[in-house]
Protein backbone atom coordinates (compact mmCIF):
# COMPACT_ATOMS: atom_id res chain seq x y z
CA UNK A 1 0.00 0.00 0.00
CA UNK A 2 1.66 3.45 -1.48
CA UNK A 3 1.82 5.18 2.27
CA UNK A 4 3.00 8.55 2.50
CA UNK A 5 5.12 10.55 5.49
CA UNK A 6 4.95 14.70 6.07
CA UNK A 7 6.82 16.99 8.55
CA UNK A 8 3.78 16.99 11.55
CA UNK A 9 3.52 20.77 12.10
CA UNK A 10 5.41 23.98 10.26
CA UNK A 11 5.25 27.93 11.36
CA UNK A 12 5.05 30.54 9.21
CA UNK A 13 4.57 33.84 8.85
CA UNK A 14 1.77 35.80 7.09
CA UNK A 15 3.35 36.71 3.40
CA UNK A 16 6.17 33.94 3.54
CA UNK A 17 5.89 30.90 1.23
CA UNK A 18 5.28 28.07 2.48
CA UNK A 19 6.52 24.34 1.39
CA UNK A 20 5.49 21.30 2.81
CA UNK A 21 7.24 17.72 0.87
CA UNK A 22 5.22 14.34 1.02
CA UNK A 23 7.50 11.30 0.55
CA UNK A 24 5.67 8.31 -0.77
CA UNK A 25 8.33 5.80 -1.63
CA UNK A 26 5.81 3.15 -2.83
CA UNK A 27 4.00 5.10 -5.27
CA UNK A 28 2.06 3.13 -8.49
CA UNK A 29 2.77 3.99 -11.58
CA UNK A 30 -0.96 4.93 -11.78
CA UNK A 31 -1.44 6.75 -8.55
CA UNK A 32 -2.19 10.52 -8.86
CA UNK A 33 -0.54 13.13 -5.93
CA UNK A 34 -3.25 14.77 -4.26
CA UNK A 35 -3.32 17.33 -1.37
CA UNK A 36 -6.16 17.99 0.68
CA UNK A 37 -6.64 20.96 3.42
CA UNK A 38 -8.68 20.38 6.72
CA UNK A 39 -10.19 23.17 8.90
CA UNK A 40 -11.08 22.14 12.71
CA UNK A 41 -14.38 20.32 12.39
CA UNK A 42 -14.75 20.77 8.79
CA UNK A 43 -13.91 18.14 6.27
CA UNK A 44 -10.96 18.07 4.11
CA UNK A 45 -11.32 19.71 0.70
CA UNK A 46 -9.46 19.31 -2.11
CA UNK A 47 -6.37 21.68 -3.14
CA UNK A 48 -4.58 20.15 -5.67
CA UNK A 49 -3.47 17.09 -8.04
CA UNK A 50 -1.01 16.27 -9.92
CA UNK A 51 0.81 13.06 -11.52
CA UNK A 52 4.77 14.22 -12.78
CA UNK A 53 6.23 17.47 -12.84
CA UNK A 54 4.71 20.87 -11.92
CA UNK A 55 1.22 22.14 -11.73
CA UNK A 56 -0.32 25.18 -10.71
CA UNK A 57 -3.64 26.51 -9.54
CA UNK A 58 -5.15 29.59 -7.99
CA UNK A 59 -4.24 28.56 -4.33
CA UNK A 60 -0.57 26.26 -4.78
CA UNK A 61 1.81 24.96 -6.70
CA UNK A 62 2.44 21.11 -6.44
CA UNK A 63 6.30 20.11 -7.35
CA UNK A 64 6.67 16.47 -8.46
CA UNK A 65 10.18 15.26 -9.45
CA UNK A 66 10.76 12.40 -12.51
CA UNK A 67 11.34 9.52 -9.76
CA UNK A 68 7.85 10.78 -8.28
CA UNK A 69 8.58 9.25 -5.08
CA UNK A 70 8.04 12.80 -3.68
CA UNK A 71 6.20 15.64 -3.78
CA UNK A 72 6.20 19.48 -2.48
CA UNK A 73 3.17 21.95 -2.06
CA UNK A 74 3.95 25.36 -2.30
CA UNK A 75 1.57 27.70 -0.65
CA UNK A 76 2.48 31.18 -1.86
CA UNK A 77 2.43 34.14 0.16
CA UNK A 78 0.35 32.63 3.01
CA UNK A 79 -2.27 34.68 5.40
CA UNK A 80 -3.64 33.56 8.64
CA UNK A 81 -6.71 32.39 7.19
CA UNK A 82 -4.33 29.46 5.87
CA UNK A 83 -3.81 27.97 9.41
CA UNK A 84 -5.13 24.47 8.21
CA UNK A 85 -3.99 20.91 8.16
CA UNK A 86 -2.56 20.05 5.20
CA UNK A 87 -2.99 16.08 3.83
CA UNK A 88 -0.56 14.50 0.96
CA UNK A 89 -2.56 11.45 -0.20
CA UNK A 90 -1.56 9.01 -3.13
CA UNK A 91 -4.45 6.72 -5.01
CA UNK A 92 -3.75 3.13 -3.28
CA UNK A 93 -4.55 1.04 -6.29
CA UNK A 94 -4.27 -2.60 -5.09
CA UNK A 95 -6.20 -5.14 -7.62
CA UNK A 96 -6.96 -2.19 -9.90
CA UNK A 97 -8.94 -0.08 -7.41
CA UNK A 98 -8.72 3.44 -4.94
CA UNK A 99 -9.00 4.14 -1.70
CA UNK A 100 -7.38 6.90 -0.06
CA UNK A 101 -5.54 6.80 3.14
CA UNK A 102 -4.83 9.90 4.97
CA UNK A 103 -1.88 9.99 7.19
CA UNK A 104 -1.88 12.08 10.30
CA UNK A 105 -0.93 15.40 7.70
CA UNK A 106 1.09 18.44 8.29
CA UNK A 107 -0.39 21.10 10.92
CA UNK A 108 0.70 24.38 9.22
CA UNK A 109 0.03 27.45 11.53
CA UNK A 110 0.75 31.05 9.87
CA UNK A 111 1.39 33.75 12.34
CA UNK A 112 0.78 37.39 12.45
CA UNK B 1 -28.17 22.72 0.41
CA UNK B 2 -24.59 20.72 1.04
CA UNK B 3 -23.59 17.98 -1.66
CA UNK B 4 -23.18 15.50 1.11
CA UNK B 5 -25.15 15.58 3.86
CA UNK B 6 -24.45 13.73 7.45
CA UNK B 7 -27.27 13.24 9.99
CA UNK B 8 -27.24 13.50 12.36
CA UNK B 9 -24.43 16.29 13.16
CA UNK B 10 -24.29 15.58 16.77
CA UNK B 11 -25.08 12.38 19.06
CA UNK B 12 -24.68 11.44 22.55
CA UNK B 13 -25.27 7.93 23.12
CA UNK B 14 -24.34 5.39 25.81
CA UNK B 15 -22.57 2.45 25.76
CA UNK B 16 -23.68 -0.68 24.50
CA UNK B 17 -26.43 1.42 21.91
CA UNK B 18 -26.81 0.49 18.52
CA UNK B 19 -26.18 3.76 16.27
CA UNK B 20 -26.44 4.98 12.70
CA UNK B 21 -24.67 7.84 11.07
CA UNK B 22 -26.38 8.00 7.49
CA UNK B 23 -24.62 10.29 4.38
CA UNK B 24 -27.03 11.39 1.23
CA UNK B 25 -25.19 13.08 -2.00
CA UNK B 26 -26.45 14.68 -4.62
CA UNK B 27 -23.73 14.65 -6.55
CA UNK B 28 -24.38 12.01 -8.70
CA UNK B 29 -21.18 9.88 -7.83
CA UNK B 30 -20.88 5.78 -7.67
CA UNK B 31 -18.20 5.96 -5.19
CA UNK B 32 -18.35 6.56 -0.88
CA UNK B 33 -16.20 6.57 2.35
CA UNK B 34 -16.45 6.50 5.70
CA UNK B 35 -14.04 8.15 7.74
CA UNK B 36 -13.44 8.69 11.37
CA UNK B 37 -11.18 11.46 12.79
CA UNK B 38 -10.00 11.31 16.14
CA UNK B 39 -8.39 14.76 18.49
CA UNK B 40 -4.61 15.14 16.37
CA UNK B 41 -4.82 13.03 14.37
CA UNK B 42 -5.93 11.99 10.56
CA UNK B 43 -8.72 10.85 9.14
CA UNK B 44 -8.86 6.82 8.95
CA UNK B 45 -10.85 5.03 6.68
CA UNK B 46 -13.45 2.79 7.75
CA UNK B 47 -15.64 1.72 4.58
CA UNK B 48 -15.95 2.38 1.57
CA UNK B 49 -18.06 1.31 -1.52
CA UNK B 50 -17.26 1.74 -5.32
CA UNK B 51 -21.04 1.10 -6.11
CA UNK B 52 -24.51 -0.14 -4.65
CA UNK B 53 -23.26 -3.74 -4.62
CA UNK B 54 -19.76 -2.98 -3.57
CA UNK B 55 -18.79 -2.96 -0.04
CA UNK B 56 -15.07 -2.95 1.31
CA UNK B 57 -13.06 -3.12 4.46
CA UNK B 58 -10.92 -0.10 5.35
CA UNK B 59 -8.19 -0.05 7.85
CA UNK B 60 -10.38 0.06 11.02
CA UNK B 61 -13.89 -1.71 10.42
CA UNK B 62 -14.08 -4.14 13.44
CA UNK B 63 -16.91 -2.70 15.10
CA UNK B 64 -18.47 -0.82 12.42
CA UNK B 65 -20.69 -2.14 9.78
CA UNK B 66 -22.47 -0.11 6.73
CA UNK B 67 -25.43 -0.50 3.92
CA UNK B 68 -25.12 1.19 0.57
CA UNK B 69 -28.94 1.60 0.44
CA UNK B 70 -28.74 3.41 -3.08
CA UNK B 71 -26.37 4.76 -4.97
CA UNK B 72 -26.37 8.43 -3.31
CA UNK B 73 -26.96 6.54 0.34
CA UNK B 74 -24.47 5.21 2.70
CA UNK B 75 -24.91 4.51 6.80
CA UNK B 76 -22.89 3.58 8.48
CA UNK B 77 -23.41 1.07 12.15
CA UNK B 78 -22.19 0.87 15.07
CA UNK B 79 -23.84 -2.48 16.73
CA UNK B 80 -22.92 -1.92 20.61
CA UNK B 81 -20.99 1.66 20.77
CA UNK B 82 -18.18 1.27 23.19
CA UNK B 83 -16.41 4.76 24.52
CA UNK B 84 -13.57 4.83 22.49
CA UNK B 85 -15.37 4.83 19.54
CA UNK B 86 -16.00 8.72 20.51
CA UNK B 87 -15.25 10.31 17.20
CA UNK B 88 -15.86 12.59 14.00
CA UNK B 89 -16.98 10.66 11.63
CA UNK B 90 -17.10 11.98 7.49
CA UNK B 91 -18.85 10.38 4.90
CA UNK B 92 -16.92 11.42 1.52
CA UNK B 93 -18.04 10.82 -2.64
CA UNK B 94 -15.80 10.25 -4.99
CA UNK B 95 -16.64 9.65 -8.99
CA UNK B 96 -15.37 7.48 -11.06
CA UNK B 97 -15.34 9.29 -14.01
CA UNK B 98 -13.98 11.93 -12.86
CA UNK B 99 -11.38 14.14 -14.74
CA UNK B 100 -9.29 14.47 -11.62
CA UNK B 101 -8.47 11.16 -10.56
CA UNK B 102 -11.11 10.43 -7.83
CA UNK B 103 -11.29 13.67 -5.70
CA UNK B 104 -12.94 13.27 -2.30
CA UNK B 105 -15.74 15.69 -1.63
CA UNK B 106 -16.85 15.65 1.95
CA UNK B 107 -19.30 16.70 4.20
CA UNK B 108 -19.99 18.56 7.45
CA UNK B 109 -19.13 15.77 9.86
CA UNK B 110 -21.07 13.82 12.46
CA UNK B 111 -19.69 13.77 15.86
CA UNK B 112 -20.29 11.29 18.33
CA UNK B 113 -19.66 10.29 21.60
CA UNK B 114 -20.46 7.53 23.41
CA UNK B 115 -20.37 7.60 27.64
Known amino acids: LAKTTQPISMDSYEGQEVNITCSHNNIATNDYITWYQQFPSQGPRFIIQ???TKVTNEVASLFIPADRKSSTLSLPRVSLSDTAVYYCLVGDTPSGTYKYIFGTGTRLKVLA | DADVTQTPRNRITKTGKRIMLECSQT?????MYWYRQDPGLGLRLIYY???????NKGEISDGYSVSRQAQAKFSLSLESAIPNQTALYFCATSDSGAGRAGELFFGEGSRLTVL
Open chain 1, 50 to 52: GYK
Open chain 2, 27 to 31: KGHDR
Open chain 2, 49 to 55: SFDVKDI
